[in-house]
């Protein structure tokens, strides 16, 4: 198995008789069935996986040979009521990252739900305040995605928050400088990589699991396989969005996958 630790990244998951949050395509691809996410768990446990949060592989150095972190980004109600079932279900842990200003907004955690969430175990990490692009963002702004919902997160669960991911996954020095100062511990992007005992806590890569996601695929990533192609791809993608600006990028990439659905 490759080294270092593959920090797996989910978002909403599906079930029968519930809207999901968007219907966009661009959405979609990231929502996963509930039957899917319970496969994969299953799989993990059989193959004898271990699954931490966050703080957890970062303490552990990431040296535990066989383990993936799982992490689960926005707030969906999901979290409390598919996703973290499924997880003591298999003796599984996760970190949740939340965007406070979602929360109590329709399909959405309410405070009590989150709390109920970090009582059950869960680590609680930071989405950002309002799930606008980084990169975009002036000093002022940076701050009021990074430190606000880092203090919003606190009251509501009466304990320190101590990992951020970047919506997006974009990802910049200057809000590493304001997340090191606000007290983070770590800043997560979706850059494809394993991380390794000596990588860069505020530079932490995960792999988003989408939609439809083959079980050979899904049990090769995990074995730390196939990660190449993928790497090769996002770094194609990534020089995309330097080029085009945030804004054009998501237009064009909205007008592809229109075109495919």
Known sequence: MAAGLLYLMYHEL????REILDSGAGYCRYVLLQRE??????????????????????????TQEKAVVITFD???ATDLLVAAPLLREFGFSATFYLTSGFLGKHGYLNAAQVRQLAAEGFEIGCHSRTHRYLNDLDKRLLEEEIIRPKHELEEIIRAPIEHFSCPGGRWSRELVEIARKAGYKSVATSRIVRNSADANPYRLGR???LRGTAMESFAQLCN???????????SVLSGAKGILGNSLYEKLRSAALAKED
């Open 37 to 62: 996410f319970r496969e994969q768990l299953a799989w993990l446990r059989s193959s004898g996986f271990a699954a931490l949060t966050v703080g957890r592989a970062l303490n552990a150095g990431n």
């Open 74 to 76: 926005d707030g969906a």
């Open 14 to 17: 599906e079930v029968p008789g």
């Open 207 to 209: 792999v988003a699991i």
């Open 224 to 234: 730390g396989k196939g990660l190449l192609a993928r790497q090769f791809r996002s």
